[in-house]
């Protein structure tokens, strides 16, 4: 049996769109058939039926409304899937056999533009990558925004990983250039970032158009072009529009800003809290008081990268101040800022033809409040917020247009009239009042018609089939003057007629209707690109808006919060007075023990922190970094003071955590963040390291923290965080360069312990685990047995302790037995205490076990 015609043209269209789900139109709604029938009716829990389609079996078909498909498309983007948009092209009453469509647009998790289905705080980012053997080029654009940039750097996928974690995009194209891709790095990314993934083969052709579209190329590398070229084509080829909302594509170098690889984002929880996944309780969430949303996607990608220039720094410093110092102004921009509108998206839709009248509308009232912003801009004088306001376009020409041609109430749509003002279109209004005159003429035609019949229940209707007519009920029609109606339709209860005059009537009513919409229609859309070609210009004035929202963001929370200026230098010396932790006193809502901290790269490079479980160690760790990436993103920060010299990198080990879908153990994971610290950091970065080497034994682990110590002392030099329970490691001060000891204060009473949350000079010599067990609600017993073994443990013989020694450059550890030998472990020679320890399966020993095995090694080793 052959198809029908229609269901051929729907398998020609879908054959064009394969990876897709296809809406196809019919009528009032958008149609799946087949496969994609039966994924949408599972994915979007609706009705699976079914349709003839000249084959035995009839075809599987769901369907959905086409005035409410963005929900329904929404739903399927969010599960990973890409939609393909086919509507009719043609008017289905002109059309001549089976009605012409296409494919309007194909939406993908990287490709949207509606306002309903995008975080309007959030960049919504699409990224292209292409990797070489030691180097890649990524591309990155938000087409909601029209934000196009471009990079290059040095190293694997893994460092790819990092730089995409700043624009955490919702979907990735990767360049297919026939080299081997790392399977396991493409998992990572997919389960890192939740995204939609794509191989493409890059297209010659696709550099001859990208360079007709841009003229800023010159500086750009070959494979920046590749990256930026397929990139474009794709989103060019999905969206089937020319993308005048991208006007220039931005290249910028990676080391133009702090690097923050995906593990420090996550521990310092920049955007979001590593439990949860939520906003609030993250640094994002305190600073963000902007009253736009472009204003809070400029906040977001301040903190995503932290400045490190000097000038630029205290460029935002200076504004922060200003504005913080001058209540009137910054009184008068919350109250004006508030009444923006989005301007970045708005002007992207107007440019991609998908914006209504009330869009533009939106534009229009968030143009009217742009005088009075630069006003309130006028009064400042430090730099930054002078060249703002020296700069910024007021729009008022635009303002004009739109004020004096769409109305003030528009429809939704655009095809219902009521778009333009009266008196913009002198064809519109002559319409218009056709129409007027009419209608009151029809109105005036009931009671005269009454007057002449004398039946005085005769009214004038109207409806969409028959259009208007003249009812009389059958009890009252032998009161017609014969001849003077036609008849047009007969009901139950009544007659309907219609005269000549009225049927001359009716048709310049609605042929005046039908025509004033197509004109409006016209009209609207000749506005809409009047508009769109002044996207440059509205997509500065929406910058500089989004800069001025954030740095008064910064300014109300520094006020709010008792925040000092910092001082940036490049010094190397982070020197802060009584810090804070931003966000935790926020939280508590309470107050908050401040410490001090000084580090440089030289006596007080290196400092190693001990101290029980919940006394503060991490809190404090990152509270340090925290006050040095608020005052490299420009904004003030909670100490009484700080001086902070450029960081180039904020490198965490903080937690643990398993990554059982990759087959690390916490452990695994542990030394993978260390290595990758220690390959990276260089002086100028911030190191925090939190409990290395608990992940295994405690030789083993000491050995490593050691180690780990010893190699940033002398191969990297970097400004060092260092949390332990190996309280043999504060032997280190005074035996290698740099290194100082500092523990968090604590008060004992009787068996239980008080943290004063305070840093001072020295080391803890224990750790006050059973006292922190007995706080965390451990059961009574288990804490009366666990003091008891402890006793028993400190008063053994073989539990003398690990004593570490510094000499020539080389780490020693010694075992000290019970007459007071010393044992080597590092440097022992291969005997038969060496290959006893190879053979214990140390990760199936109980402790006990462990202790009896370690006496009987003390033992052998005084013989030797």
């Not at 990139?231 to 910028?252: A, C, E, P, V, W």
């Not at 008064?552 to 709010?560: D, N, Q, R, T």
């Not at 500092?742 to 312990?753: A, P, T, V």
Request: include cysteine; proline fraction near 2%.
């Amino acid at each position: 049996m052959a198809l029908t015609p229609m269901m051929l043209q729907y398998l020609e269209i879908k054959d064009s769109c394969k990876d897709c789900i296809l809406f196809f139109r019919l009528g009032d709604f958008y149609e799946m058939f087949f496969e994609d029938a039966k994924t949408a009716s599972r994915e979007l829990e609706i009705a699976l039926t079914g349709r003839d389609c000249g084959l035995d079996e009839r075809a599987p078909m769901c369907g959905v409304p086409y005035h409410s498909a963005d929900t329904y498309i929404s739903k399927l983007i969010e599960k990973g899937y890409k939609v393909a948009i086919c509507e009719q092209v043609e008017d289905p009453a002109l059309a001549k056999g089976i009605v012409k469509r296409e494919i309007i647009r194909v939406v993908t998790p990287g490709t949207i533009i509606e306002s309903n289905m995008l975080d309007e705080r959030v960049n919504n980012y699409i990224s292209c990558v292409l990797l070489n053997k030691d180097s890649f080029s990524l591309s990155v654009c938000d087409i909601s925004t029209g934000e196009f940039l471009v990079t290059s750097g040095g190293g694997s996928i893994y460092r790819v990983i990092d730089e995409l974690s700043k624009y955490n995009p919702s979907e990735l194209i990767i360049i297919d250039n026939d080299l081997p891709i790392d399977n396991k790095a493409e998992k990572i990314i997919k389960d890192r970032f939740n995204l939609l993934l794509t191989y493409k083969k890059h297209n010659e052709d696709d550099n001859i158009f990208l360079n007709k579209k841009f003229s800023n190329l010159d500086g750009f590398n070959e494979n920046e072009i590749i990256v930026c070229s397929c990139l474009f084509n794709y989103i060019r080829d999905n969206q089937k529009s020319s993308l005048m909302q991208i006007t220039s594509i931005k290249k910028y170098m990676i080391n133009d800003f702090m690097v923050l690889d995906s593990t420090a984002r996550r521990n310092l929880e920049l955007t979001e809290t590593i439990r949860g996944k939520s906003s609030k309780g993250s640094l994002l969430w305190l600073l963000d008081k902007t009253r736009t949303s472009m204003g809070g996607r400029m906040l977001r990608k301040w903190i995503e990268e932290p400045l490190i220039s000097t000038d630029e720094i205290n460029k935002r410093l200076d504004a922060v101040e200003e504005l913080i110092s001058n209540v009137y102004v910054c009184g008068d921009l919350k109250e004006f800022l508030k009444n923006i509108y989005d301007i970045e998206r708005l002007i992207s839709r107007i440019s991609c033809s998908a914006a209504n009248a009330r869009d533009l509308m939106s534009l229009k009232e968030s143009l009217k409040n742009l005088p009075d912003i630069k006003s309130a801009l006028s009064e400042c004088r430090c730099e930054m917020l002078r060249n703002i306001y020296n700069d910024f376009d007021i729009l008022e020409d635009i303002y004009n247009l739109i004020d004096k041609s769409i109305s003030d109430n528009p429809p939704l749509t655009l095809k219902e009239g009521g778009i333009i003002k009266d008196g913009y279109s002198a064809d519109v209004d002559k319409l218009r009042n056709a129409m007027k005159n009419g209608k009151g003429w029809i109105a005036d035609l009931e009671q005269k018609e009454r007057e002449i019949t004398g039946i005085k229940s005769l009214k004038v209707g109207y409806n969409k089939v028959f259009g208007y007519y003249i009812e009389i009920t059958k009890s009252n029609l032998s009161s017609i003057p014969e001849g003077r109606y036609i008849r047009k339709q007969t009901l139950s209860n009544c007659e309907r007629y219609i005269t000549s005059e009225l049927k001359e009537m009716e048709d310049l009513i609605l042929n005046s209707e039908q025509k004033v919409i197509d004109i409006e229609y016209q009209i609207f859309t000749e506005i809409r690109d009047k508009v769109a070609r002044e996207v440059v210009r509205i997509q500065k004035t929406a910058r500089q808006i989004s800069i001025v929202d954030s740095l008064l963001s910064f300014a109300i929370v520094s006020f709010e919060n008792n925040y000092s200026k910092p001082v940036i230098t490049n010094d190397g010396i982070i020197k802060i007075e009584e810090g804070r932790h931003p966000v935790v006193e926020k939280v508590l809502n309470s107050i908050f023990v401040p410490n001090d901290t000084y580090l440089d790269l030289k006596d007080n490079m290196i400092a190693i922190i001990t101290g029980p479980n919940m006394a503060g160690k991490s809190t404090y760790m990152r509270q340090v970094a925290l006050i040095t990436l608020m005052a490299q993103i420009g904004c003030f920060v909670p100490a009484k003071s700080a001086s902070i010299s450029i960081v180039d990198r904020i490198f965490t080990r903080i937690g643990a955590s398993d990554d059982l879908a990759s087959g690390q153990s916490t452990f695994m994971v542990e030394m993978s963040e260390v290595s990758n610290i220690l390959q990276n950091a260089t002086k100028n970065s911030l190191i925090l390291l939190d409990e290395v080497g608990r992940g295994t034994s405690t030789f083993d682990g000491l050995s490593i923290a050691w180690a780990v110590i010893d190699y940033i002392s002398k191969k990297i030099g970097a400004k060092t965080l260092f949390a332990t329970h190996y309280h043999e490691l504060t032997e280190l001060e005074g035996k290698l360069s740099g290194t100082k000891n500092y523990c968090i204060s604590i008060r004992e009473h009787g068996d239980d312990i008080i943290f004063l949350r305070k840093i001072i000079r020295g080391g803890a010599d224990q750790s006050y685990g059973i006292q922190v067990a007995k706080l965390s609600g451990l059961p009574d017993e288990v804490v009366i047995r666990a003091r008891e073994i402890l006793s028993k443990l400190e008063e053994s013989d073989i539990n003398k302790g690990i004593k570490l020694n510094l000499k020539q450059d080389e780490v020693a550890a010694t075992i000290v037995c019970e007459d007071k030998k010393e044992i080597n472990l590092f440097n022992f020679k291969e005997n038969e205490i060496i290959a006893e320890l190879k053979e214990l399966d140390i990760m199936n020993m109980t402790p006990m076990d462990a202790i009896n095995h370690l006496y009987r090694l003390c033992t052998k080793a005084k013989k030797i």
